[in-house]
């Protein structure tokens, strides 16, 4: 048996007598479709009720005619020159094909479309690569170092006991003599930077300081607008979206080494103290969307305007046109502009020119109803009505 099976598959013919059956066993090794039963055998027919056996795949080789078996090569054999011609057709046909492709490439190096790419007299190179551009990262803004706000120590306080150049307070650090009109051109300046009446400028800063510069007090407040030496970072470094605040932004204002800059700087808060109570507070808001407890908040409770300008019950105009508010008259227009509003939408509380003059001395503050440092205001609104009576500054 082994003998038998080492002929058939070296494809000697003269040892063993091809048979149909033979045939048919080879071409069902040959079919995926059709595998041979286990239970078959060579001498075994196929059952009448099987299907009919599958056509072999499409890219099966094509069967060669039947020949006489004597002249039959071998199948499977791999001695047998049927295998050998299977083998050599594709090998044949992709040396031709790849004579073909390399012919056609040469020729198209030296045609109008090499030229394309290379211009006209060259052969078409390699396309360079395009250099892919990385965007550079943006810069971090850097904040410009506020001015140094430093003075020599009070002697007898603690720092000053351990500085060789005590000053006793108050202390002049600038003798420079600036004239009335040179002050009142300062201060027209800043109110008419940050949109504020002249007169309250004018009054503030005669009531602080009789519009004197270049000192500061024991209490550490200097210049004309007496700010206060430990809040004058504080101050510059306001900045404030323009929705909420327009206008109060991050400054570099040295009020110590400039009388017109101590000016500006103070009409900076004096405009900050505006938009706080105004509509702004500590969580901010605008004039169309504010904060609680603060001006604007009140009169859209109240379903009125602002300022109140209603012919039937006007708060601001009323206040405005009250006798025993003379200062308002000072203000011009600029009275019914909220500076004369009632702070609660209610008749006879207090104006918003009260709240923001008090925050001006005390800071940011919660009223409860009423005004701290209500001397302080009466103080300035007193000089606002001498102002407007020509008897100020004498």
């Known amino acids: 048996m082994r003998k038998q099976h080492d002929d058939q598959m070296h494809g000697e013919a003269g040892t063993t007598e091809t048979t149909d059956e033979d045939a048919t066993i080879r071409i069902r090794r040959l079919s995926p479709s059709s595998p041979p039963s286990p239970s078959s055998s ?35 054999g791999s001695r047998g020159m049927g295998a050998r011609r299977v083998k050599r057709v594709p090998c044949a046909v992709f040396g031709v094909l790849t004579v073909i492709a390399v012919l056609s490439g040469m020729l198209l190096a030296r045609t109008d479309v090499g030229h394309g790419l290379a ?13 892919t551009s990385t965007p550079l990262p943006t810069p971090t803004a850097t904040l410009v170092p506020l001015p140094d706000f430093g003075l020599p120590a009070f002697c007898g306080t603690p720092s000053g006991a351990a500085q060789a150049g005590c000053v006793q307070c108050p202390y002049t650090y600038d003798h420079t003599q600036y004239s009335r009109a040179q002050i009142q051109a300062a201060l027209d300046s800043a109110a008419d930077q940050y949109k504020l ?29 007496q700010l206060k030496q430990g809040y004058l970072a504080t101050f510059d470094g306001l900045h404030e979206p323009a929705a909420w605040c327009p206008g109060v932004e991050r400054t570099l204002y040295d009020p110590i080494g400039s009388m017109q800059e101590n000016a500006l700087l103070g009409a900076k808060w004096l405009a900050w103290l505006r938009c706080y109570y105004g509509w702004m507070a500590s969580s901010g808001g605008s004039r169309a969307a504010p904060d609680t407890d603060t001006l604007a908040w009140y009169y859209h409770q109240a379903g009125k305007t602002l300022p109140d300008t209603s012919a039937a019950a006007s708060l601001c105009a009323s206040t405005a046109q009250d006798p025993s508010k003379p ?28 709240i923001v003059i008090a925050g001006y001395n005390g800071g940011p503050q919660v009223l409860n109803g009423s005004i701290p440092n209500d001397g302080y205001v009466s103080y ?15």
């Not at 007193?382 to 004498?394: D, E, R, W, Y």
């Open 42 to 76: 060579p001498s075994s027919s196929p059952s009448p009720s099987a299907p009919p056996p599958s056509p072999p795949p499409l890219w099966l080789p094509v069967a060669p005619p039947v020949r006489p078996p004597q002249e039959q090569p071998a199948i499977g």
């Open 119 to 131: 211009g006209a007299g060259h052969f078409a190179g390699p396309v360079a690569q395009q250099a």
């Open 197 to 225: 009446p002249r007169a309250l400028v004018y009054a503030i800063a005669w009531g602080e300081s009789d519009w004197h510069s270049g000192f500061i007090t024991c209490n550490y407040d200097l210049g004309e607008m």
């Open 327 to 354: 200062w308002f008259k000072d203000l011009g227009t600029e009275a019914t502009d909220l500076w004369s509003c009632p702070f609660s939408a209610k008749a006879g509380d207090r104006t918003f020119l009260d």
């Open 380 to 394: 300035i609104e007193g000089i606002m009505t001498q102002f407007a009576q020509g008897q100020l500054p004498a």
